[in-house]
């Protein structure tokens, strides 16, 4: 097999790891999610993947994951030709699980990561890769010139990377563009931010998070007449999610919130409906 050899910069280098953990849940004999792609552009990607063995994020990133799939597929069930925008996709296979054969899709990284995703997707018709940063403006053009309908803004480990004023800008500009989308995303309160250089995953890499959140109700502040219409830790995952995972990871999830970890209960996984 030809191997691709990733020149990323420092926070795009952090994509591997939940790919990684995908790859890794497939091979599980009783998996939570099934990536047969994840362990394909593993295998094909030159890096040393090691690093992240057994790490317990790998299998907090597989839950987060769940977890915006079944938002997405939520949305794609009230909106079937709505927009799904994936910010910061990383090799992020959400379409490849949920897609429903008509919505449109974009894939937003920066320039460096959408070079490394083209060697394994393509751009079809309803799917296509903007290379871009979430800060700038052009990408949102782009976006309001080819959806139709309402979009959904997935941003799955992104935004804590950024400073707590461009989070606010991006936010604050999407709900302009596209009144009453829907965003998700997810936030670390600040003493995680402060903490970070313990974290099992990100001690392995040169990428450090900055926007802490106390309180996910600012973004109300931001965007007046936002609503947050969901708001998860990994134990306390939306019925639909957990019920549905096979019985090691409902044990592992059990664990998980008999012990009440401060960085488990500090990380938050949110749904929000913009005005
Ligand atoms: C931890 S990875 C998550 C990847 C993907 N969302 C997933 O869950 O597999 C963080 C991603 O955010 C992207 N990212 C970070 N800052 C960004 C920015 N300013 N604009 C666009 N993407 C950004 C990185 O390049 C990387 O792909």
């Known amino acids: ?60 990133s597989v839950l987060r994951t769940l977890l915006f799939d079944f938002w997405t597929r939520d949305f794609l069930g009230r909106h079937p030709a709505g927009t799904v925008v994936e910010i910061g996709t990383g090799l992020n296979t959400r379409y490849e699980r949920v897609d429903n054969e008509r919505a449109i899709w974009f894939d937003l990284d920066l320039p460096d990561v959408i070079e490394l995703r083209r060697a394994f997707f393509r751009d079809t018709p309803r799917r296509r890769m903007l290379a871009a940063s979430v800060t700038e403006e052009s990408w949102l053009r782009v976006v309001g010139e080819q959806s139709g309908g309402p979009c959904f803004f997935s941003a799955e480990a992104v935004l804590p990377f950024l400073d707590e004023a461009d989070v606010r800008r991006v936010i604050e500009r999407i709900a302009a563009a596209f009144p009453g989308s829907w965003l998700a995303l997810d936030s670390n309160l600040p003493r995680l931010i402060e903490a970070q250089d313990e974290h099992d995953a990100l001690s392995k890499v040169e990428a450090r998070l900055r926007w802490g959140c106390a309180d996910i109700g600012v973004i109300a502040d931001w965007v007046p007449g936002s609503r947050v219409i969901g708001s998860h830790t990994m134990t306390t995952l939306p019925p639909d999610v957990r019920d549905a995972l096979p019985a090691p990871s409902r044990r592992m999830l059990d664990e998980l919130t008999r012990r009440q970890l401060p960085q488990v209960e500090g990380y938050h996984m949110h749904l929000i409906q913009l005005p």
Do not use: N, W
């Not at 952090?14 to 394909?40: C, M, Q, S, W």
């Open 1 to 60: 097999m030809t191997h691709t050899r990733p020149s990323l910069g420092a926070v795009q280098e952090t994509l591997l790891i939940p790919l990684y953990g995908r790859a890794a849940e497939h091979r599980k004999p009783e998996p939570a999610l099934r990536d047969p792609r994840a362990v394909e552009l593993v295998a094909a990607i030159d890096y040393d993947f090691s690093r992240f063995d057994e790490l317990p994020s790998l299998t907090g």
